[in-house]
């Protein structure tokens, strides 16, 4: 069966409507030319931007977070999980006390991200993301935040072994016991199913089906799934995840996007002007509550990928330029982020 996604850097009534959806940014440090993480902090706060993705919990990057009114998502490196998977909830605490708590006050956190992309391409790790997610949460239950932080697992969408149509999508089988066990969990604690969505990569990997402005979320051609139209590839990404949920009985699940974007050089496309029309589609749609065909009006939280270009990440040339901010702190292209 056809997927478009699979190349990646029930009921609703569970899912709310609610104000805008502030954008969030990530902040990737693989590089050796960035600016100091306090004039990082600087350039964040200067630009409005109220919500960080931290992909490892640094102290050197995350202390100058301190007191600020930025919300964090904060990354549980896939190193860390069997230590964490194999130990108690006494374990976890101290993890989370030395790793994190001890620069940042847990008022600043938003999400802990436990893993980042595991199932399918680091499966060595697979078997531990359950049981840390287990132990972190009832460290933070005892310390009384779980209402206050959520948890939750990056995946790639890759985890969709189909997804076109939408009302097609399936995951992999492979993966589908460890990751029932994150839905169950997910539902359970009223947290979302975190994805990382390239729409770049489906239209390089993919051109004989998807078109450029298709991927740029540019209206033009409309494809009908179960009489819900679909003009961009973006929307249609995001409701394959919510159908394979659906399929496995837990329909009303959050999605929240934690890594899209656009590169701006080092491939096909890859330039500031399509760059600044997909971020710019995407921030639109977040903060005026778009949502997609099957959860209209319902705003998708998205972190755009990435503060700056990171000139030490591995793989295509295109993966070290999806930075939206020079290291000079001025931006590559003109983004409206608010």
Known sequence: ???????????????????????????GRVANNLPPPTTAVNIITTNGISRIR???????????????????AIGVPNEDLPSIAAGTTTTAHNWLQSNIFAHVSPDQIRYLIVGNEVFLKEPYY????????????????ILNLTDKIKISSAQAASILSNSYPPSHAIFDPNILPDLTRLLQFLHDTSSPLMVNVY??????????YVTLDYALLKSGSEIIDQNLVYDNLFDMTIDAF???????????????????GWPTAGGEAANGENALVYNGNVVK????????PKRPGIGVEVFLFDLFDENEKM???FEKHFGIFGINGVKAYDLVLY
């Open 1 to 27: 069966m056809l997927n478009l996604f699979i190349i990646i850097p029930g009921s609703e009534a569970s899912v709310s409507r609610c104000v805008a959806v502030p954008i969030g940014i990530c902040y």
């Open 54 to 72: 931290l992909f490892n919990p640094n102290p050197e990057s995350l202390q100058p977070f301190s007191g600020t009114r930025i919300q964090l």
């Open 126 to 141: 697979t078997s531990h993301v359950i049981s840390a997610i287990f132990n972190i949460y009832q460290a933070l239950r």
């Open 199 to 208: 729409t770049y990569f489906s239209y390089i990997n993919n051109q004989q």
């Open 242 to 260: 919510i159908y394979a949920m659906e399929r496995e009985g837990y329909g009303g699940i959050p999605v929240v996007v934690t890594e899209t």
């Open 285 to 292: 749609r977040s903060l005026n509550n778009v949502g997609t």
């Open 315 to 317: 793989g295509n040339e």
